[in-house]
């Protein structure tokens, strides 16, 4: 069969991932009659809501219903004690809704349902310059300004780009994610000025590629100037309205990884599946099993809550046993998570050859007196090999499924976790 050309397959792609007029309309219909309900009220306070994020930006994929509105405060008035906008808009907002929710973030925000949209409103400063700012959150209106300057003729690329991490699973920098956020992926299709551009310099990044789309850093390393906390992500991309900040600190090196892989993967054999997210089920993982490896399954039902709770638990949970078990010497082929934000499948693939039952152990030199008698009293089973001593020391946990058992039972792995379902194949 004949491959499509990629301009054809993109084409194709951004038809059926780009919202239709109705859907835009209704969409800023509903929420400018929210940001016009907002104002009347605000204006008492010095404040004032606009539509913020995607919406804003008009870089939203098709049926998102989540929107953004940011509710400015004077800086004037309010700079020198913005703790207590938060307070104040839950006051405004109480007297508006029947139901809102407070969300914790670097500073408190709140969350509105108005069927079948979801209105994040966000209290910050309203400010000019990112040097005003008191929180990151204050600088995101200075964001949307730069997106839609730079983005003119990009819209297209930009949804391809954030379509393609959504359906890798690794579009959103919460907690739980810690994949690129949606100004992060402006960024880089503005900055490399097309999705195929972007993928093409994607597969050749290497270990803490820095991205600095205004130069801020002409002659100087990034690296070195920035915040050490700042720089610990395999990418650092310059913020070119905040430059002390790196867009992707959140970002871990499982999603780089899966980009960088998924950018190759694409180039070489283009396909519209590359866009759409793979629902997997315990039988997929099953029916993947071989002669050579254990799977190991969870179902997890956090406790409900907050999103970003709910699925943080899960990754805390994922990442307790990934790591106990690459402790204990047991090898993961493969692992990973999948969440419909009410029930977790956990899953990881071991190597059925498992490390030996007698573990052996280095000791001291012995020309180490103290070190040595130490050591011989802590292990019974003790022997000199190349003027060192070493012991021999039977396994805690000579099995993965012994393992998991221990971890199942502490008191810190059913923390926020309703039920767990653990199966092995």
């Not at 690329?157 to 402006?186: D, P, V």
């Amino acid at each position: 069969m004949k491959r499509k050309p990629i301009k054809q397959l993109l084409e194709e792609v951004s038809r059926n991932i780009t919202p239709s007029s109705e859907e835009l309309e209704q969409a800023e219909s509903a929420a400018n009659k929210l940001v016009l309900k907002l104002n009347k009220s605000l204006k008492s306070v010095s404040a004032k809501a606009v539509v913020a994020g995607s919406n804003k930006k008009h870089t939203q994929l098709k049926n998102t219903f989540e929107i953004d509105v940011f509710v400015l405060f004077n800086y004037k008035k309010y700079s020198n004690n913005d703790k207590t906008i938060s307070d104040i808009l839950e006051a405004k907002l109480k007297k508006l809704f029947k139901k809102i929710i407070k969300l914790h973030g670097s500073r408190e925000y709140f969350q509105i349902e108005i069927k079948p949209y979801i209105f994040e409103i966000v209290p910050i400063l309203n400010i000019t310059s990112s040097k005003q700012a008191k929180n990151i959150t204050d600088v995101s209106p200075l964001h949307a300004n730069w997106v839609a300057k730079k983005s003119k003729n990009k819209l297209v690329e930009i949804r391809l780009t954030k379509a393609f991490l959504s359906a890798l699973g690794i579009y959103g920098a919460e907690s739980y994610i810690k994949g690129f956020s949606g100004y992060a992926c402006e960024i880089l299709t503005i900055y490399y000025g097309s999705f195929t551009n972007l993928l093409s310099s994607v597969k050749k990044w290497k270990e803490k590629q820095i991205i600095d789309p205004e130069k801020a850093y002409k002659s100087k390393n990034p690296l070195l100037e920035l915040n050490k906390s700042k720089t610990e992500s395999p990418l650092i991309l310059i913020d070119p309205v905040q430059p002390s900040r790196n867009v992707t600190a959140a970002l871990n090196e499982e999603a780089f990884s899966t980009f960088k892989k998924a950018a190759a993967k694409f180039l070489k054999n283009p396909s519209k599946t590359f866009f759409t997210k793979k629902i997997i089920t315990k039988q997929d993982l099953i029916d993947k099993t071989s002669k050579k490896s254990l799977l190991l399954t969870l179902e997890l039902t956090p406790e409900t809550n907050k999103k970003d709770v709910m699925g943080a638990a899960i990754l805390n949970k994922y990442e307790i046993i990934k790591t106990k078990l690459s402790e204990n010497n047991f090898k993961i082929t493969k692992c990973s998570w999948v969440w419909n934000e009410r029930k977790a499948l956990v899953w990881f693939f071991i190597n059925k050859k498992f490390p030996a039952e007698i573990e052996v152990r280095k000791g001291p030199k012995l020309s180490d007196k103290a070190n040595s008698s130490r050591f011989r009293k802590t292990h019974k089973n003790t022997f000199a090999k190349s003027s060192r001593l070493y012991a021999k020391v039977k396994r805690k946990f000579p099995t993965p499924h012994l393992l998991v058992k221990f971890i199942l039972k502490q008191n810190n792995f059913k923390n926020k976790i309703k039920n767990i379902e653990v199966e092995w194949h």
